[in-house]
C-alpha cells in the first residue's frame, strides 16, 4: 500500500454496509470485489468504502469513483477529516447511496488523503442477464 508522509493505507475494501460494534469494532456486510447485475444502467442503493490507516496526525480523506478511462466521475464523496494518535489506526468509511453505473467495466474507485492520491482500487460490474453479451470461449483443451 501506499504511504505518505508517514501515513500508511492498511487496506480498502468494498461491502454493502458497515456497523460500529460494542467496543469499536466493524462489522462489514457484503463484503465484495465485483458486482453482478442483470441491467444496465444500474443504480446501487447503498455501499460503503472502508479504509484502514496507520500513522498519525489529522488528515483529511476523499473517495471518487471514476469510469475506466479515469475521465468521468461517477461519485465522490465530501472530504472528511480523521485523526490518528501516534502508534494508533482510523477507519474511514465512505458511504454511497443511489449510484448510478451507467455501464458494465472496471471502475477506478481512488482514495486521496490530503488531496493527494493514496490508492487506486478497480471495481468490475459484470453483465449477466439473459440480454448480455456472450463471453468469448475460454475452454482449454489441456487438462489440469
Do not use: K
Given at each position: 500500500m501506499?504511504?505518505?508522509?508517514?501515513l500508511k493505507l492498511v487496506y480498502t475494501l468494498f461491502c454493502d454496509d458497515v456497523r460500529l460494534e460494542v467496543g469499536n469494532k466493524l462489522s462489514l456486510m457484503g463484503v465484495f470485489h465485483q458486482i453482478?447485475?442483470?441491467h444496465f444502467p444500474v443504480t446501487l442503493m447503498k455501499f460503503a468504502v472502508v479504509s484502514q490507516w496507520?500513522?498519525?496526525?489529522r488528515h483529511l480523506?476523499?473517495?471518487r469513483i471514476l469510469t475506466e478511462d479515469r475521465q468521468q466521475p461517477?461519485?465522490?464523496s465530501e472530504p472528511a477529516p480523521f485523526e490518528i494518535a501516534p502508534g494508533g489506526v482510523a477507519n474511514n468509511i465512505s458511504f454511497f447511496f443511489?449510484?448510478?453505473f451507467p455501464a458494465p467495466g472496471k471502475y477506478r474507485v481512488q482514495t486521496l488523503v490530503?488531496?493527494?492520491l493514496a490508492d487506486e482500487q478497480e471495481l468490475t460490474l459484470i453483465h449477466a442477464g439473459p440480454d448480455a453479451?456472450?463471453?468469448p470461449d475460454t475452454t482449454s483443451e489441456a487438462v489440469n
Open positions: 501506499e504511504q505518505t508522509d508517514g453482478v447485475v442483470h496507520r500513522g498519525e496526525g480523506s476523499e473517495v461517477v461519485v465522490l443511489n449510484v448510478e490530503n488531496s493527494t453479451p456472450t463471453p
